[in-house]
């Protein structure tokens, strides 16, 4: 059986790469096809990988202006030849599930959410620095790249949905059904400590829709200690407003995130997000959630015993949650517990089996040899699969 792993872009380092990483684990032999690869900005993992790029590598600027080149990424993942693959595993926000395959190739797509800026457009570009130019032609541009999202909906044979979030968007925009398994922790790397050195942790791209301003509004005002780790293009306009008890750590070796996290006192998840990874390693150091209460915080978070909500995303309603907040009435070893939950063996297991299963189906679809499973003895998933919606 010949599987290829087909995801985005490689020029980033965040929860969508961490799962690539992962399923490079599971099939060490799969090459990785993706628009553009950016070695020294991802794991090093990657770099026993084999890789295989687009022709957008090769386009001028393309590393430092590849947001300005969104109308050619459909074409780089049209003009990939799977004809040899029996499975291509996409990880997709975006373009990697338009790949173009043949009828015996199952096509799995892990979605980590519908494109953002295509179906959330007016919330995903708001706060963004843009141009008068650039919001006089960026409309044009979406609507097409949304037209083309819709035209490559059914190209995927099975969608899996990293949260009840993302499941929701899929059904709703792409009117598709699809199975939630929750993306990989390595809870392994984090211990549990008793360790309150007062301060808030914040650990997230600095990009305008990750609403890191919300957690600085409110750290000016209650004038709390704010630790941010992260980099990204909003990181100019965050430090302007930025009080003095705001820090700026950057981006941090996976030690020092361990430190920082076993160190502080509550993690802040202010974002809307499509599932979240950070705030479960912070769980897995023991450490309580404050998190605005939508989207896939909803999945790792349990109110009151892991963490708090705060109901809107603003400063004020944040500053009432950490008022409400009292770190001892959280148990840390019970907090860990949870965070196993999503232990990447547990990852491992079900997208193996979920794998196979649809493979083994598409095989029967098509009156061709079943194959034997790759692993033996897995135990039966915790979901069920619904039929696609008509």
């Not at 990424?73 to 790949?99: C, M, R, T, V």
């Not at 993302?166 to 699809?178: D, Q």
């Not at 502080?264 to 950070?278: M, S």
């Not at 959280?330 to 299963?357: G, L, N, W």
């Amino acid at each position: 059986m010949k599987l290829a792993i087909v995801h985005d872009y490689l020029n980033q380092m965040g929860g969508a790469e961490k799962v690539v990483e992962v399923f490079h684990d599971m099939y060490p032999s799969a090459p990785i096809f993706t628009s553009v690869y950016i070695p020294e900005n991802v794991s090093e993992k990657f770099k026993t990988a084999d890789i295989r790029t687009s022709f957008m590598q090769k386009l001028p600027f393309v590393r430092k202006f590849s947001r300005h080149y969104l109308a050619t990424y459909p074409y780089a993942f049209e003009l990939f030849d799977f004809s040899e693959y029996d499975i291509i595993l996409s990880s997709s926000s975006a373009f990697a599930k338009g790949a173009i395959t043949g009828p015996d190739t199952c096509h799995i797509c892990y979605c980590h959410t519908p494109m953002r800026f295509a179906w959330q457009y007016f919330s995903y570009i708001e706060r963004e620095r843009l141009s008068a130019p650039v919001r006089l032609i960026l409309p044009y541009i979406v609507h097409r790249v949304r037209r083309w999202d819709e035209i490559t909906v059914n190209r995927v044979d099975h969608y899996v949905a990293n949260s009840r979030e993302v499941e929701r968007r899929i059904r709703k925009y792409y009117r598709r059904n699809s199975t939630v398994i929750c993306p990989p922790v390595e809870t392994n790397r984090f211990r549990v400590t008793e360790e309150d050195d007062g301060s808030f942790v914040i650990m997230s791209r600095l990009l305008a829709y990750k609403r890191v301003d919300v957690a600085i509004q409110a750290a000016n005002m209650l004038r709390f200690p704010l630790k941010i780790i992260g980099a990204g293009r909003d990181e100019k306009r965050l430090k302007e407003m930025a009080g003095p008890t705001v820090e700026f750590l950057g981006r941090l070796s996976d030690a020092d995130v361990q430190t920082c996290l076993q160190r502080c006192r509550a993690l802040i998840f202010p974002g809307l997000e499509d599932f979240g990874i950070v705030p479960v390693e912070a769980m897995a150091c023991g450490k309580p959630i404050i998190a605005y209460g939508r989207g896939g915080a909803l999945d790792t978070v349990i109110d009151g015993v892991t963490g708090l909500f705060f109901a809107e995303q603003t400063a004020e309603s944040l500053v009432k949650a950490i008022d409400a907040f009292r770190p001892d009435e959280f148990d840390p070893y019970q907090i860990r517990k949870h965070a196993e939950t999503f232990d990447v063996s547990v990852f491992r297991r079900k997208m193996k089996q979920f794998i196979e299963e649809k493979y083994e189906q598409h095989q029967a679809n098509y009156g061709l040899p079943q194959p034997a499973m790759l692993q033996e003895g897995l135990a039966p998933l915790d979901y069920e699969v619904e039929p696609k919606l008509v």
